[in-house]
């Protein structure tokens, strides 16, 4: 949060309070400054510049009720959490009243360079005090197909039932002498039943929704506790409360959320530091 108060302050003291009025402004300036870092945090403060929160910070009579006003508008418009959404305005509220010494920002970044900062590793994992895990990544193509395999296997257990019936009846035919129709419901079920298994998981099939779902092709921030899982990305915020979670599934190299029977959201463990952290992670959803 300190590093983030300091580029802000210098976006404030190079560029003036107007820049954080206007989002795509803010935007531009602020890649510059935070040279590729805190992208999730960008995305964020760009929703509250959108939300006018500067002006009314400005223009407030009773800052406490103008942040809880914030924080509900921003909360209900963008589904942001509610403590992420508090600790933002608070930083904000903090450069807009000045009282975080502009003059301090040369002195206190020079002393943060003499720091041992932990810094993002592989996969840019963040833990801070509002959640028990933040995980950041996007999926691929070939991680969509392996989505689709896991789904497929889940739903075999649905068909055994209607596929014994079928290849019952067919045999029935035949043994009561309507072999020819018999035989073709045979021909049917040994071609209908292996399709609709292999067709979901064929890469061909599989690019076709791939190539159509761009928001969930972008990188997503997972911000998770035990209450709720919120997912962001550059065009999109959803909050993903614990009773709207149909249940958890798992593989060797993936967790899927699933928020309906087919429907879900992946998380791989290359998400995750290392392995280690990925293993608990499972362990965590598994008791979630």
């Given at each position: 949060m300190e590093e983030l108060k300091i580029i802000l302050n210098e976006i404030v003291r190079d560029y003036g309070l107007k820049t954080?009025?206007?989002?795509?402004?803010?935007?531009?300036?602020?890649?510059?400054?935070?040279?590729?870092?805190?992208t999730g945090e960008k995305e964020l403060y760009m929703k509250i510049i959108e939300a006018g929160a500067a002006k009314e910070i400005m223009n407030s009579g009773n800052i406490s009720a103008t942040k809880d006003a914030l924080v509900k508008k921003i909360h209900d418009k963008y589904f942001i959490d509610e403590k992420i959404c508090a600790n933002?305005?608070?930083?904000?509220?903090?450069?807009?009243?000045?009282?975080?010494?502009?003059?301090?920002?040369?002195?206190?970044?020079?002393?943060?360079?003499?720091m041992n900062l932990i810094k993002e590793e592989e996969n840019n994992q963040i833990?801070?005090?509002?959640?028990?895990?933040?995980?950041?990544?996007?999926?691929?193509?070939?991680?969509?197909?392996?989505?689709?395999k896991v789904l497929v296997k889940k739903?075999?257990?649905?068909?055994?039932?209607?596929?014994?019936?079928?290849?019952?009846a067919s045999i029935f035919v035949i043994a009561i002498g309507g072999i020819e129709f018999g035989i073709f419901l045979l021909i049917f079920d040994v071609i209908f039943f292996p399709l609709i298994f292999l067709l979901p998981t064929?890469?061909?099939?599989?690019?076709?929704?791939?190539?159509?779902?761009?928001?969930n092709k972008e990188e997503q921030i997972f911000n998770i506790n035990r209450n709720s899982i919120q997912i962001t990305s550059?065009?999109?915020?959803?909050?993903i409360n614990k009773s709207q979670?149909?249940?958890?599934?798992?593989?060797?190299?993936?967790i899927y959320?699933?928020?309906?029977?087919?429907?879900?959201?992946?998380?791989?463990?290359?998400?995750?530091?290392?392995?280690h952290e990925f293993i608990n992670l499972k362990g965590y959803f598994a008791n979630y």
């Open positions: 954080l009025e206007d989002s795509q402004k803010f935007k531009a300036v602020f890649a510059d400054y935070a040279k590729g870092e805190f933002c305005i608070d930083l904000f509220i903090s450069i807009i009243r000045n009282d975080y010494s502009l003059n301090n920002v040369k002195e206190e970044k020079s002393q943060k360079s003499g833990i801070n005090s509002n959640n028990d895990y933040v995980v950041k990544g996007k999926y691929t193509l070939e991680d969509f197909v392996q989505f689709n739903n075999v257990k649905k068909t055994i039932i209607p596929m014994i019936i079928s290849f019952g064929t890469k061909a099939h599989c690019k076709k929704f791939y190539d159509k779902d761009n928001l550059s065009n999109m915020s959803i909050n979670i149909n249940k958890f599934l798992f593989d060797d190299n993936s959320i699933m928020t309906g029977a087919n429907q879900g959201f992946i998380i791989k463990d290359r998400y995750c530091k290392n392995q």
